[in-house]
C-alpha cells in the first residue's frame, strides 16, 4: 500500500515540477504550525508538505467549486469514486466524451460530479479547465491514446491525506481571514500574464485580474503585519516585482507546457515571494533557485531528502520529472 499522494489532476500552472526548488524554501517546524493554501489547484505543494512535515492542522481551498468538489468527495468517499471512474475508463471513447461532457455536472451527486470532472481532466486537450459564460466546461477531447483515467492507488493515498484537512470552497480573502499568527500560507494565484497574449486566469467564471492581484498583495502585508509565514508564487513581470518589491524575491525556473502552440512551451522564471528567512540550503537539494540572500538551516529533514529528489524525478537517474498539476 502506496502512503505517498501525488497530483491526480492535470492543472494549469502545475507545480510538481518545481518541488526540488521550493523544499529548500520552505520556513522552519512546519510540523507545527497549521498549514493554509488558498489556492489549492493540484495540491502538488500541498502533497510534499504532508509527505514531508505532516502539518499539525491543514486548510485548504479554491474558488473553484467543482475543484473543492473533487476533493471532498475524495476524502470522504475514494472508493465509490474510483468504481465510478472504472465505469469512465471502461466506456471511453470520443461520443462517450461529448456527452460527458455535455452533461449538466449539477444534477449529479457529489461523487458523480467528482468522478466525471476527473474523467474529463484525464481525456481533454491539455488537462486544461476552461468554462464558458454558463459555467459548462467546454474543452474538447485531447489526442491521447491510452489516457492515465484511473490510478486507484494514489486516489486512495490522496485520501489518506485529506482525512484531516479542512477542505472549503471559498474566496482567498476569506480563507486567510482564520489565519493566525504562526500558520504557514502557500499562496498560488493564477499568474499576472508576462504579455497580452498569454493570459490564462480564468479558471472559473471570474477571471483574476489586475486588482485582484493589488489586493491580493495586500492581503500578504496585512498577513505579515499579524505574523504568519508567507510563499507566494507568480510570474516574473515588473507588475509583480513593484506589488512585492518589499518582501524576499526569489527565482526558479519552470517548464510550461500547457499552450496551443508548441513553440510558446519551454523554460521561463518565475517569482517565489517570501517573508520569512527559509529554513532550507540549496547545497543539499538539486535546484535552480536565484538566491537573493542567506543560507540558514536545512528545511527538510536529513531522512527526507530522498524523498524530494523522488519529487524531483532526479534520483536513480530518471531525470523525469512529473509536469502534471500544481
Known sequence: MSSVPRPFLKWAGGKAQLLSQFAPLYPGRVEKRRYIEPFLGSGAVFFQIWKLFRPSEVILADENEELINVYTAIRDDVEEVIRRLARHKASHSRDYYYRIRGRESRGLSRVARAARMIYLNKTCFNGLYRVNRQDRFNVPLGRYRKPPILDAENLRAVSR?????????????????????????????????????????????????????????????????????????????????????????????????????????????????????????????????????????????????????????????????DRRGR
Not at 508564487?233 to 517548464?255: C, E, G, M, P, Y
Open 161 to 321: 491525506a485529506l482525512q484531516s484537512a479542512d477542505i472549503r470552497a471559498a474566496h482567498f480573502s476569506e480563507t486567510v481571514a482564520y489565519a493566525r499568527g504562526g500558520d504557514f500560507i502557500y499562496l498560488d494565484p493564477p499568474y499576472h500574464p508576462r504579455s497580452r497574449t498569454s493570459s490564462f486566469t480564468s479558471y472559473t467564471r471570474a477571471s483574476f485580474r489586475d486588482s485582484d492581484q493589488i489586493e491580493l498583495s495586500e492581503v500578504y502585508a496585512r498577513l505579515t503585519r499579524k505574523g504568519c509565514l508567507l510563499m507566494l508564487s507568480n510570474s516574473d513581470t515588473s507588475f509583480i516585482r513593484r506589488l512585492f518589491r518589499r518582501h524576499d524575491i526569489r527565482k526558479v525556473q519552470a517548464r510550461r507546457s500547457i499552450n496551443s502552440r508548441a513553440d510558446r512551451r519551454g523554460r521561463i522564471s518565475e517569482l517565489v515571494v517570501l517573508n520569512y528567512e527559509p529554513a532550507g540550503s540549496t547545497s543539499h537539494l538539486p535546484s535552480s533557485i536565484g538566491r537573493s540572500h542567506g543560507e540558514g538551516r536545512l528545511a527538510v529533514p536529513p531522512e527526507r531528502v530522498k524523498d524530494v529528489r523522488q519529487d524531483a524525478g532526479v534520483s536513480c537517474g530518471t531525470g523525469n520529472r
